[in-house]
């Protein structure tokens, strides 16, 4: 199976015919200026994202795509930050948080008194510490200066009020979880597969030193990117989706590359497509 491009005209490509193999590591490399983006992120990401996922993108200048009956969604995965807030955080992003809470609420204590879910989530009243509202940290506008942000005086950053962290399981309470790193997670809630299979895959990525509750604004570029890799991962394989990575090792350690480069074989062990634009050989080496 291919994803053959007819035709593709933009800036340096003069009408050339490109075809990808599908369920295969494919990696596009060549000198700056050679046309690499161009091919891949203004034409086919943008044509597979309108057909595929019904966005509203316009593709660059080329003839026909074909060979998409074999895909069913495209994915683009960069290095830009998983949220803009430090609201958003390794847990919410990869959907792990939900079931972190509802485990909360299922305990004796927490069934007694009541609680659902939502009473273990910051973003909402109820549980939460409403002097920052769930924040931890309060942000103190200065003018001229970039904001500053301080712990809350109430609830000493912790987030939430007082009889939501007296709810515990296995003596540990709601911001105790959300303290530990990936790895304690991983073993902490080893009882729970549908837990540990999330943050499994947050260790598989090598992310296991994060916090699971570390504000996504304090992750690099690289981190965040794992992040997004993880949470795919963690989703049901379907096979038939095609991830598009602009060079990924950009500011990588080897070691980082490494894990990176094992963690897009495994969505290619998957039956998944991964198209990769690279400079680096240790990655083209592989694909």
Not at 117 to 129: D, H, I, L, W, Y
Not at 136 to 143: A, L, S, T, V
Request: charged share 25%; with cysteine.
């Amino acid at each position: 199976k291919k994803l053959k491009i007819f035709g593709a005209s933009q800036n340096n490509l003069k009408n050339i015919n490109v075809e990808i193999p599908l369920g295969e590591f494919v990696c596009v490399t060549g000198v700056s200026g050679s046309g690499k983006s161009s091919l891949i992120n203004e034409i086919l990401y943008q044509y597979l994202a309108a057909e595929l996922n019904g966005a509203r993108t316009r593709p660059a200048s080329f003839q026909k795509i074909t060979g998409l009956s074999a895909l069913d969604k495209v994915i683009q995965i960069d290095q830009s930050p998983i949220g803009r807030t430090p609201r958003s955080n390794p847990a919410t992003y990869t959907g792990v948080f939900a079931d972190i809470r509802a485990l909360f609420a299922s305990t004796q204590e927490a069934k007694l008194r009541g609680y659902t879910a939502s009473r273990f989530s910051f973003n909402v009243k109820g549980g939460r510490c409403e002097a920052c509202q769930g924040g931890g940290i309060i942000k103190i506008e200065m003018n001229f200066l970039p904001d500053v942000y301080v712990p809350c005086e109430v609830c000493k950053g912790k987030r939430y009020n007082r009889e939501t962290l007296e709810i515990k399981y296995k003596g540990k309470n709601i911001y105790d979880v959300l303290e530990m790193t990936v790895e304690e997670g991983v073993e902490f809630f080893s009882n729970i597969p549908k837990i540990a299979r999330r943050l499994k895959t947050l260790q598989d990525v090598g992310l296991g030193y994060i916090k699971i509750g570390q504000p996504a604004t304090t992750l690099s570029g690289g981190e965040a990117q794992r992040v997004k890799l993880a949470a795919e991962l963690g989703k049901r394989a379907t096979g038939r989706t095609i991830y598009i990575l602009d060079e990924p090792t950009t500011g990588l350690h080897i070691a980082d590359v490494h894990k990176l480069i094992d963690v897009l074989q495994k969505l290619v062990d998957s039956g998944n497509t991964v198209v990769v634009i690279e400079h680096n050989l240790d990655l083209i080496k592989t694909a």
